[in-house]
């Protein structure tokens, strides 16, 4: 199975930018779509972004839409979510995850849609 680590967390002001970065091994990375989640306490895990295993198809939560971008390079095993104008809302920990068996172009927004996620990485906004 696949083992992922997210990094990159931090805190930041309101209206700037960070990059939180995904790590994956033990698997065969482009067979498996990428995605980002994140929850706050109290919350259920919230789908932020995915991407398909091909063909470079996104998707994202209305909430992000515009702010966020997913990418991935298949050759580092590295998945990655670029945020830019950050609310305080965005507070939350962010979690990476990798979903296995799906169609090329397929991009899974459902919590129970991936296998395999890592630890989660803190990102605090301030106001």
């Known amino acids: 199975q696949v083992q992922l680590v997210e990094s990159g967390g931090g805190l930041v002001q309101a209206g700037g930018s960070l990059r939180l970065s995904c790590a994956a091994s033990?698997?065969?990375?482009?067979?498996?779509?990428m995605g980002w989640f994140r929850q706050t306490p109290g919350k259920e895990r919230e789908f932020i972004a995915g991407i398909s295993r091909n063909f470079g198809r996104t998707s994202y939560a209305d909430s992000v839409k515009g702010r966020f971008t997913i990418s991935r390079a298949n050759a580092r095993n590295t998945a990655s979510l670029e945020m830019n104008s950050l609310k305080f809302e965005d507070t939350a920990v962010y979690f990476c995850?990798?979903?296995?068996?799906?169609?090329?172009?397929?991009?899974?927004?459902?919590?129970?849609?991936?296998?395999?996620w890592g630890q989660g990485t803190q990102v605090t906004v301030s106001s």
């Open positions: 033990g698997g065969t990375f482009s067979r498996y779509a």
């Open positions: 995850a990798a979903a296995r068996s799906l169609a090329p172009s397929s991009v899974p927004r459902g919590l129970v849609d991936y296998d395999y």
